[in-house]
């Protein structure tokens, strides 16, 4: 839920123009890690920063149960929740480095930004597989329903999964880079 209101979030400090709204600091913003919200610029961006802060702390506190319950059936190994945990702490402080990178370009560079944007969203379908193999949104049938699943089927998900994916980064490329949305 985190992860899917942080990406939320990124959303809306695009849109609403709000990416330089702490200025060029980073992490903290104006000069401050608990900035005066001077504007709605600031409160958006700076609840962003907040978002992903919260973030990583969510996802370690994952990673870190993982590994202390690691030899728990269902928890490490393959198709366990371990994997997809570590790999979710990797993708957030790659996506904060990757942020950090955009405000330090003043949000010149339209791929960085872009970027950003795919990591967060292999960062939500990671957390995804993790809650999934942990049990939750509605993993059980999902289970029943994948071992009655051809394999032509699974492949075929596998690739209209792909290609949302793909779909979804080349929705990024093309609200960022100047001129690509009016060329559509």
């Known amino acids: 839920v985190v992860a899917y209101v942080h990406a939320l979030f990124g959303a809306i400090v695009r849109i609403s123009g709000s990416g330089m709204g702490c200025g060029e600091h980073w992490p903290d913003c104006n000069g401050a890690l608990l900035p005066a919200m001077t504007s709605t610029t600031v409160a958006v961006e700076v609840t962003h920063r907040y978002l992903a802060a919260t973030l990583l702390v969510a ?22 929740v371990l994997r997809p945990s570590l790999l979710a702490v990797a993708l957030v402080a790659c996506a904060a480095l990757v942020g950090m ?8 560079n339209p791929y960085v930004i872009a970027l950003h944007y795919t990591i967060a969203m292999a960062t939500l379908a990671t957390l995804v ?36 994916f793909v779909t979804v ?16």
């Open 59 to 80: 996802t370690v506190a994952l990673a870190v149960v993982g590994l202390a319950r690691r030899r728990v059936d269902g928890v490490g190994g393959a198709g366990g």
């Open 129 to 164: 597989v993790a809650a999934q193999r942990g049990g939750a949104l509605g993993a059980a049938a999902l289970e029943s329903s994948a071992r009655a699943a051809s394999a032509k089927t699974y492949r075929g998900a596998c690739a209209g999964a792909a290609l949302a």
């Open 169 to 184: 980064v080349l929705g990024a490329l093309t609200a960022n880079v100047p001129g690509a949305a009016a060329s559509c």
């Open 101 to 108: 990178i955009v405000v330090r370009l003043s949000l010149a």
